[in-house]
């Protein structure tokens, strides 16, 4: 069974940083692109970023671009997101979503359960 | 605001039929057939339902399809019932170098 658990979401001030862990199983990890996808309190979902699955391709979404850092250990199953310079405007809920193996576009076919992201100060 | 374009709220009844669409550009939606649709119910994360415009994963009901013409994709749900209710979302793949994924706004389906 594919499973993705995410963590890392904590409370912080504006201009902190962060980084956020999830953590694969059920499949094999590094075929697949990984993406990160937010979602604000009440709010439509964000594409973030993705990596694809020898993190030879990284995109970002304009709203982050500069600000955050994508990355993989396929060794230990593991995709992160490194942020920094936090704004209130990132507070939101971040899931991590498989994409499709050996390719950059395609859909999510699975998600996790998201881990809450709080900038206040 | 997003990228793409969907209604905010659609309703029908149990057991009638309703379509969401989905519009975007030539650089997205009407380019390329990456378009998929996303049903989230409160609390819990999204859930694929269609994948490359018309295509079920394995083990969503065939009372979910979805169709593209031209610059509009569209999700179409037969014999509405209770557990349908939630919200829907489309995303697609954009040959913008800026952004490589872009989704709607979401849409709020009501069941009567």
């Known amino acids: 069974e594919v499973q993705l658990v995410e963590s890392g979401g904590v409370v912080v001030q504006p201009g902190g940083s962060l980084r956020l862990s999830c953590a694969a199983s059920g499949f094999t990890f590094d075929g697949y692109t990984m993406h990160w996808v937010r979602q604000a309190p009440g709010k439509g979902l964000e594409w973030v970023s993705l990596i694809s699955w020898n993190g030879g391709s990284i995109y970002y979404a304009d709203s982050v671009k500069g600000r955050c850092d994508i990355s993989r250990d396929n060794s230990k199953n593991s995709l992160y997101l490194h942020m920094i310079s936090l704004r209130t405007e990132d507070t939101a809920l971040y899931y991590c979503?498989?994409?499709?193996?050996?390719?950059?576009?395609?859909?999510?076919?699975?998600w996790g359960q998201g881990t809450l992201v709080t900038v206040s100060s | 605001q997003s990228a793409l374009t969907q209604p905010a709220s659609v309703s029908g009844s149990p057991g009638q039929s309703i379509t969401i669409s989905c519009t975007g550009t030539?650089?997205?939606?009407?380019?390329?057939?990456?378009v998929s649709w996303y049903q989230q119910h409160p609390g819990k994360a999204p859930k694929l339902m269609i994948f490359?415009?018309?295509n079920r994963p394995s083990g969503v009901s065939n009372r979910f399809s979805g169709s593209k013409s031209g610059y509009t994709a569209s999700l179409t749900i037969s014999g509405l019932q209770a557990e349908d209710e939630g919200h829907y979302y489309c995303s697609s793949y954009s040959s913008i170098s800026t952004s490589y994924v872009v989704f709607g706004g979401g849409t709020k389906l009501t069941v009567l």
């Open positions: 979503a498989r994409g499709p193996e050996g390719q950059l576009a395609g859909p999510f076919d699975h």
């Open positions: 030539s650089n997205d939606v009407g380019g390329y057939n990456f």
């Open positions: 490359d415009v018309a």
